[in-house]
C-alpha cells in the first residue's frame, strides 16, 4: 500500500482550506510513490496493438503518428462545468471526466449527459471521494459501483475507467477493479489547481510539464482552472499537440481492468 497523508475530503467548491494542503503532498507522493507502483505508459499499449486506430467524438485520430495529450477533469460535474463544456465545445477538444457521484452527479446530471453526448468521455472519481486504500473492500466496491450505475442509467454507457482519490491504490483496489470491468487512470501532468485560483499559474504549470502522451489532471471544481482552459488548448495546439480522450490515447490498444495506466 501507498503510505500518504489522508487528505481531508469536501465535494465541491467546498475542497479548499486544509484540505488542499494535504491534497498537494498526496498527490506528489501519489505519483512520485513511497512504494513502486507499476503503472503502463499509452505508448506502451499502442504498441501492443495492432490493429487500426479508431476514435470517435472529435474525428479520428492515431496517437502512433499524432503528437497527443489528453485533457482530463476531477471531481466534477459542478456549477461551473457547463462553462467548461462550452470551451470545449468551441474549441473541438475533446476531454476524459472523472466523475463524483455525491453531490456532483446526483446535483448535475444534465451535465452528465451532456459530456456524454458531445463526445467526452465519462468515467468514475467515486461516490463520496473516500480513499479507497484505507477503505474494507465491500466499502471500494460501493465506492465504484454507485457511480458506475448512475454514468449508466444516465448516458446508456458503463464507465470503463475510473481515478482513485488521491491516485491512491493498492492490489486490493486492482483486483476489485477488476472484477468490475475498470481500469485505473493517473495522471503525468498536474497544475495543483486545488492550491491556487490563479489562471495564469495554472496554465504555466500544464505548459511546463506537459509532453507527448501526456494524462493532464485539473479540476473544473476550482475557480481558476476553467479560466485557464483556453490558455492551455491554444498554447498545446501551438505547439502541435492533438487532444485526445484516454481511450483514443491508448488506441488501438485499450485499457485493461486492474491495470493501472500513466
Not at 470517435?56 to 496517437?63: K, M
Not at 490558455?231 to 490498444?253: N, S
Request: charged share 25%; glycine share 8%.
Amino acid at each position: 500500500m501507498l503510505s500518504l497523508t489522508r487528505k481531508m475530503t469536501k465535494t465541491g467548491t467546498g475542497l479548499r482550506g486544509a484540505a488542499t494542503l494535504a491534497a498537494a503532498a498526496s498527490l506528489t507522493l501519489a505519483l512520485s510513490g513511497c512504494t513502486k507502483l507499476e503503472t503502463t505508459s499509452p505508448s506502451t499499449v499502442r504498441g501492443a496493438a495492432g490493429a487500426p486506430a479508431r476514435a470517435a467524438g472529435f474525428g479520428t485520430v492515431d496517437c502512433r503518428q499524432a503528437k497527443c495529450i489528453a485533457l482530463t477533469f476531477d471531481a466534477g460535474p459542478s456549477e461551473n462545468s457547463a462553462r467548461l463544456l462550452d470551451i470545449l465545445k468551441d474549441k473541438q477538444v475533446p476531454a476524459t471526466f472523472f466523475l463524483l457521484g455525491k453531490r456532483h452527479i446526483d446535483t448535475y446530471p444534465e451535465l452528465v449527459r451532456r459530456m456524454a453526448d458531445e463526445g467526452h468521455e465519462v468515467a468514475s472519481h467515486t461516490w463520496t471521494h473516500k480513499i479507497l486504500t484505507d477503505a474494507e473492500p465491500d466499502e471500494i466496491r460501493e465506492e465504484l459501483e454507485r457511480p458506475n450505475k448512475e454514468i449508466e442509467r444516465l448516458t446508456g454507457k458503463r464507465p470503463t475507467l475510473m481515478r482513485p482519490p488521491q491516485g491512491r491504490t493498492d492490489d486490493t483496489v486492482h483486483e476489485i477493479c477488476r472484477e468490475l470491468g475498470l481500469a485505473e487512470v493517473l495522471w503525468s501532468v498536474t497544475a495543483k489547481d486545488y492550491k491556487t485560483d490563479d489562471p495564469d499559474l495554472i496554465t504555466e504549470r500544464v505548459l511546463d510539464q506537459s509532453s507527448r502522451d501526456g494524462i493532464i489532471l485539473l479540476h473544473d471544481i476550482y475557480d481558476g482552472t476553467v479560466p485557464a482552459v483556453p490558455g492551455i488548448i491554444d498554447a498545446l495546439k501551438e505547439r502541435g499537440y492533438v487532444f485526445v480522450t484516454v481511450p483514443q490515447l491508448l488506441a488501438p490498444g485499450r485499457a485493461e481492468p486492474g491495470e493501472v495506466y500513466r
